[in-house]
């Protein structure tokens, strides 16, 4: 599949941002896709996934509360819904889906900057 992310930019800490994810080339009925991230100098690090149906959402404890995923089938869409942005919320952020049988993100987006500031 083929993933488009958009929707990065620079924003002040405490401000909400929305990325989105276009994802097309093939069937996606079993696939899980999902959003992960990498700071400068750090490793990527996972943030959301959904499957893309029935739609079922994970989050790691870290980031419940202020992230939230969801996805619109009909558009062929993914987002990422970021409130009360933090200075360390500051990382590229890419898209990626996995396919059913695979234990790996095969698929991923070019990634969009995320850059939050005081």
């Known amino acids: 599949v083929q993933l488009q992310a958009s929707g990065g930019g620079l924003v002040q800490a405490g401000d909400s941002l929305r990325l989105s994810c276009a994802i097309s080339?093939?069937?996606?009925?079993?696939?899980?896709v999902g959003w992960w991230r990498q700071a400068p100098g750090q490793e990527r690090e996972f943030v959301a996934s959904?499957?893309?149906?029935?739609?079922?959402?994970y989050l790691p404890d870290s980031f419940k509360g202020r992230f939230a995923i969801s996805r619109d089938v009909a558009k062929r869409t993914f987002s990422l819904q970021m409130n009360n942005l933090q200075i360390e919320d500051t990382a590229v952020y890419y898209c990626a889906a996995r396919a059913p049988d695979s234990w790996s993100w095969d698929d991923w987006g070019q990634g969009t900057q995320v850059t939050v500031s005081s």
């Open positions: 959904i499957t893309w149906r029935p739609g079922s959402t």
């Open positions: 080339g093939s069937t996606f009925a079993g696939y899980t």
